[in-house]
Each structure stands twice: as C-alpha cells, then as structure tokens.
C-alpha cells in the first residue's frame, strides 16, 4: 500500500488488512509518571529516617519482654507468683517516679548524651536481676535489681521527638508519623511476650532477660549514633513544666483512664482463658487485640483525618467504649474463647486512633523544648492506668466473674470519654485551636 511521504510523527497511520481497519501510532513514547509514594514510604525516605527508626525498632522490642521474662524466671526459680508480681509491680513503680526526670534530662542535654548511660544503669539492673535470681540472693536484692532498670529511657517517646523535628509545620506527615509509631508499640508488645516467653521456655529461665538487655543496648547504640535527626538540645528553655501546661492534665487523665482499658483486658482475657482449660492460648488471642490496633494505627496514618485532634479525640473514644462491649458480649453471650478473639481483634481496632490522636494532642500542648518529657508523662499515665486496671479487673475476676471482669475496660473507656468531654470539648479553650500550635 502506498505511503504517505509527509507525515506528523503524531498522526497515527490507517490501513487495512482483510476485513479489519488497523491503527498505528508511530508517535513518540513518552516515559510513564513514576507511581506516587505511598504516605509512609514518603515518611522513610526523610535522610536519615530509616537508621534511626531501625534502631528504636530493635530497643522497643524487650519493653515487651522484660516484664514477662521477669515473672517467668522469678517464678520457675523461687516458686512463688506472688513475689513475681510484686518484683514487676515495683519496679513499675520506680518507673513512673523516675522515667519524667529522665526525660526531662534528655531535652536539656540531648538524646544521646543522657539515653546512652541510662540505659547502661538499666542494663546493668537486668543483669543484677539474672544473677541475683540465679544464685539465690535475698528476696529484696531483687527489688532492688529490677527497681534499677526504671532508667530505661523512653525510645518511643524519643522517637516521635525526633518526627516532630523532622516533620516541623508539616501536620499531616506528623499524623502519618504518630501512627507508624503507635503501630510500631503494638508489634512490639504483641511480639515482645511471645519471644520473651520462647526463650525462657526453650533455653532457660533467664534467656528471655538475658537477651532482652542486649537488645535494648544494641538498638539504643543504634539509635543514639544517628546524631543528624536529633532534635538541638535548649538548654536555656524558658519554658515552664509540661505538666502545667494548658490541657495537658486531661490528657494525662485520658492516658490514664486508657491503660486502665489495657491492663484489665489483660488480667480478664488470662482469667478468662484460664477459666475454661486454655490458658496456653491466652497470649495469642491477646495478640490479635494488639494486631487489630497494629493495622487499624498504620490504616488511620494513611489517611487525611478531618477535624482537629481535639475535635477527633471524643469520637476516638466513643468508638473505643462502643467497640469495647463487643469482648463483653461475646463471652458473656457465647463463652466462647474463639468468639471472643474475633471480638478482641475488633476492639482492637479503636486503639491506635484513640492514641495516636492523643499522642498528637500531647505533643501540640507540651512547651516548645520539653516535648521528651510531656511524651514520657503522658506514658507513665498510661503506665498508672495499666496498674490500676489490672487491680480492677483482678478484683472483679476474683470477686465475681471472669465474663463480668470485661466490663472493667468498658468503664474505663467510658471514663475516658468523659473526661475528654467535659474538659477538652466543654470546657476547653474555645480560642485555642490545637492544629494551629507548634509542632515542635
């Protein structure tokens, strides 16, 4: 067929082949739009991001496994849970007494200089710990030993830190960051027991502390040596405490209440277990409470929230209460233990929301200077809450059922919802807007 001698190099040329009309587009190919990254792969590709997100990673990872370890390696040796219990319960003491002033060193000195010789004390605490268990010393060195370990500096506060200065001015990769981190605790708190319990199971009783301490110095090394992400250091801040700080002591109520919610969930779940002949399960249905929160916080990242924090926070909290009758029912109604993993992995999934826009709020009403500190008050909250839900769900497992004992942490959330009501919203400052404060 004869061709055309002149031609645009965008006109297609037509022929025909049988019975068929044929289109070629002897055009140019241009090169395809590479695929936008995704919010966090974004969030990794920050200089340095990923180096210092490896190491808090790895020192995160025995926050998960100390407790556990402890208990198991007290217990198989000395023979008494209830010595366990108080060991970890002290020591869980020390650490919100103590873990506020480590932080608070840590933004007047620098990450590096102050979390490198805690964790060392802390360290050398668990070792004194291992030993002492192991070769038989007086009952109170243990208390001791373990009470040596609340240095340990909070990486996940450090790390979120680290964002804020990072992410400066920029509010929703901040968002995007909160929730990595949030997602980032519940793998390390759903991974932490079951490796901690692996290695005292399989190896021996003081694996689990023994491995958990090197891990925690390893990831701290790590993380401390990536100097370029490191918020400078105020020495000089004019800043007052966070704690006095506007709306910072509701917030600290809703930590408060909120590991309530976690500590009693996990006493009942055990009992619960326990009660009906699987007590080995109650780690993994434990587990997939924390693996809904785990995908629901990296889920909730991904997206633009609408609304303020402070607006978005009671919302949180209403699903929190609402999703948390669901454990109630289905042991209440089925008794089922695998009713009630599906219903704890639902429930779950109010979690890392509600404490990802808590977190934010914590961060936006923390003075400029002192944000290690306002993040590490706002985890000894939640420690407090913990403590003080597991006293309540115990009670009530004890007193009247392990089925009864699930609307402990139905109570607590509705606390908490109620305190965000009527101190954020009602009575918050109606000229403040909490998206317009500082990021730091």
Request: glycine residues 10%; positive net charge.
């Given at each position: 067929?004869?061709?055309?001698?002149?031609?645009?190099?965008?006109?297609?040329?037509?022929t025909v082949t049988?019975?068929?009309?044929?289109?070629?587009?002897?055009?140019?190919?241009?090169?395809?739009?590479?695929?936008?990254?995704?919010?966090?792969?974004?969030?990794?590709?920050?200089?340095?991001?990923?180096?210092?997100?490896?190491?808090?990673?790895?020192?995160?990872?025995?926050?998960?496994?100390?407790?556990?370890?402890?208990?198991?390696?007290?217990?198989?040796?000395?023979?008494?849970?209830?010595?366990?219990?108080?060991?970890?319960?002290?020591?869980?003491?020390?650490?919100?007494?103590?873990?506020?002033?480590?932080?608070?060193?840590?933004?007047?000195?620098?990450?590096?200089?102050?979390?490198?010789?805690?964790?060392?004390?802390?360290?050398?605490?668990?070792?004194?710990?291992?030993?002492?268990?192991?070769?038989?010393?007086?009952?109170?060195?243990?208390?001791?030993?373990?009470?040596?370990?609340?240095?340990?500096?909070?990486?996940?506060?450090?790390?979120?830190?680290?964002?804020?200065?990072?992410?400066?001015?920029?509010?929703?990769?901040?968002?995007?960051?909160?929730?990595?981190?949030?997602?980032?605790?519940?793998?390390?708190?759903?991974?932490?027991?079951?490796?901690?319990?692996?290695?005292?199971?399989?190896?021996?009783?003081?694996?689990?502390?023994?491995?958990?301490?090197v891990l925690l110095?390893?990831?701290?090394?790590?993380?401390?040596?990536?100097?370029?992400?490191?918020?400078?250091?105020?020495?000089?801040?004019?800043?007052?405490?966070?704690?006095?700080?506007?709306?910072?002591?509701?917030?600290?109520?809703?930590?408060?209440?909120?590991?309530?919610?976690?500590?009693?969930?996990?006493?009942?779940?055990?009992?619960?277990?326990?009660?009906?002949?699987?007590?080995?399960?109650?780690?993994?249905?434990?587990?997939?409470?924390?693996?809904?929160?785990?995908?629901?916080?990296?889920?909730?990242?991904?997206?633009?929230?609408?609304?303020?924090?402070?607006?978005?926070?009671?919302?949180?909290?209403?699903?929190?209460?609402?999703?948390?009758?669901?454990?109630?029912?289905a042991a209440g109604?089925?008794?089922?233990?695998?009713?009630?993993?599906?219903?704890?992995?639902?429930?779950?999934?109010?979690?890392?929301?509600?404490?990802?826009?808590?977190?934010?709020?914590?961060?936006?009403?923390?003075?400029?200077?002192?944000?290690?500190?306002?993040?590490?008050?706002?985890?000894?909250?939640?420690?407090?809450?913990?403590?003080?839900?597991?006293?309540?769900?115990?009670?009530?497992?004890?007193?009247?059922?392990?089925?009864?004992?699930?609307?402990?942490?139905?109570?607590?959330?509705?606390?908490?919802?109620?305190?965000?009501?009527?101190?954020?919203?009602?009575?918050?400052?109606?000229?403040?807007?909490?998206?317009?404060?500082?990021?730091?």
């Amino acid at each position: 067929m004869p061709q055309p001698t002149s031609r645009s190099r965008d006109t297609p040329l037509l022929t025909v082949t049988a019975d068929a009309l044929v289109a070629v587009d002897f055009g140019p190919r241009g090169r395809r739009e590479p695929r936008a990254k995704g919010p966090y792969r974004r969030l990794l590709a920050l200089p340095g991001a990923r180096a210092f997100t490896a190491g808090n990673l790895i020192a995160r990872l025995p926050m998960g496994m100390f407790s556990v370890s402890a208990v198991v390696m007290i217990a198989g040796t000395r023979g008494s849970y209830a010595l366990a219990g108080a060991v970890t319960a002290t020591g869980l003491a020390a650490t919100a007494v103590v873990a506020p002033w480590t932080a608070r060193l840590v933004d007047r000195y620098g990450q590096a200089r102050v979390a490198l010789p805690a964790t060392v004390f802390a360290v050398l605490g668990s070792l004194a710990l291992l030993l002492c268990v192991r070769h038989g010393a007086p009952d109170w060195t243990l208390f001791a030993s373990y009470a040596a370990t609340a240095t340990t500096p909070n990486t996940g506060g450090m790390s979120r830190a680290r964002w804020a200065h990072l992410l400066k001015g920029d509010a929703e990769a901040l968002h995007t960051a909160n929730s990595f981190e949030q997602a980032a605790d519940e793998l390390c708190f759903m991974l932490g027991p079951v490796l901690a319990a692996f290695l005292c199971g399989t190896f021996f009783p003081e694996a689990g502390t023994l491995v958990g301490a090197v891990l925690l110095l390893t990831g701290v090394l790590l993380f401390t040596a990536q100097r370029s992400t490191e918020p400078p250091v105020e020495r000089r801040s004019s800043a007052g405490a966070p704690l006095r700080a506007p709306g910072m002591r509701p917030l600290l109520a809703v930590c408060l209440a909120t590991g309530a919610v976690f500590g009693s969930l996990e006493v009942v779940t055990l009992a619960f277990a326990d009660e009906r002949g699987h007590r080995s399960a109650a780690g993994v249905v434990l587990a997939l409470q924390a693996a809904g929160s785990c995908a629901a916080g990296l889920l909730y990242g991904a997206v633009r929230p609408a609304g303020s924090a402070r607006s978005r926070l009671p919302w949180c909290l209403a699903a929190m209460t609402a999703l948390m009758v669901l454990p109630l029912l289905a042991a209440g109604l089925t008794g089922s233990l695998v009713l009630l993993a599906g219903a704890l992995l639902v429930a779950g999934m109010a979690t890392a929301p509600t404490m990802v826009t808590t977190m934010t709020l914590v961060q936006r009403y923390t003075p400029e200077g002192r944000l290690n500190e306002g993040m590490t008050l706002a985890v000894t909250g939640l420690l407090g809450g913990i403590a003080c839900g597991s006293a309540a769900g115990g009670w009530t497992v004890e007193h009247v059922s392990a089925t009864a004992g699930y609307g402990v942490p139905v109570a607590a959330a509705a606390t908490a919802l109620l305190v965000a009501l009527c101190t954020l919203v009602l009575f918050g400052p109606s000229n403040r807007s909490t998206d317009s404060l500082p990021t730091h």
